[in-house]
């Protein structure tokens, strides 16, 4: 069966300092891959999604950065944090020309500063 | 613009009694529509997806209605239960790729003994 770990679960950081957030899906081949965020109240936003190695769609103009070094692995990084990028960031994938259903992670939950 | 609307405001009911959901979309045609659970600081959990051709879906005590042309999803959950408590989710592709589902905000349900 497939599985999706997103890491970490929590975590604090001051503004300015990097982000890296790290999602990994097993049991499956050629993920569509996404990353959405969910800010306090609000809906989910797409932020970024992938549908193979190295090719990222970003869907809104940000300080964070996306990237799939391989095929399972998809990474959300930003430079240096904003207070703005507080939230709940979540993974999720669904099956290349599936009927578009996503499988979510557990979520990360990042505080900045 | 695009967009999805649910209820902000919560559905307090009781146990037993069936609980009804909203969901609105504007300005689109879609060709499925589907409906999360998303439990406090998890990610969301996929329950159904309905075609434009399907009025209507069961899943055990869940049920979903689609109405192309009053451009609105209801998401019942009959013999309702505390478990059931939690917020409900629609989404759906404005593209019409599968790749980029928008989510509403969500309504939250709290089923009272």
């Known amino acids: 069966s497939q599985t999706i770990h997103q890491w970490p679960a929590t975590l604090v950081q001051p503004v300015g300092s990097p982000l890296s957030l790290e999602c990994t899906v097993e049991?499956?081949?050629?993920?569509?891959l996404y990353w959405y965020r969910q800010a306090a109240g609000r809906g989910l936003q797409l932020l970024f999604y992938?549908?193979?190695?190295?090719?990222i769609s970003s869907e809104v103009p940000q300080n964070l950065s996306a990237s799939r070094p391989q095929d399972r692995q998809f990474i959300l990084s930003s430079k240096k944090l904003l207070l703005s990028d507080s939230g709940f960031y979540l993974c999720?994938?669904?099956?290349?020309?599936?009927?578009?259903?996503?499988?979510f992670g557990e979520g990360s939950r990042l505080t900045v500063l | 613009s695009q967009k999805i609307e649910q209820n902000s405001e919560a559905l307090n009911i009781q146990e037993g009694k069936t609980a009804t959901l909203t969901c609105n979309y504007t300005?689109?045609?879609?060709?499925?529509l589907q409906w999360y659970r998303q439990d406090p600081g998890r990610g969301p959990v996929f329950l159904l997806l309905?075609?434009?051709?399907?009025k209507e879906k069961r899943k055990e005590r869940l049920k979903v209605t689609f109405d192309t042309t009053l451009k609105q999803s209801l998401f019942h959950i009959t013999a309702s239960q505390p478990a059931d408590s939690a917020t409900y989710l629609c989404?759906?592709?404005?593209?019409?790729?599968?790749?980029?589902?928008?989510f509403g905000t969500g309504t939250q349900l709290k089923v009272e003994l």
């Open positions: 309905i075609r434009e051709n399907e």
């Open positions: 300005n689109y045609s879609p060709a499925y």
């Open positions: 049991g499956t081949s050629n993920p569509n």
């Open positions: 999720a994938w669904n099956p290349a020309g599936g009927t578009g259903e996503l499988f």
């Open positions: 992938s549908v193979g190695i190295g090719q």
């Open positions: 989404a759906l592709d404005f593209t019409g790729g599968g790749n980029k589902l928008t």
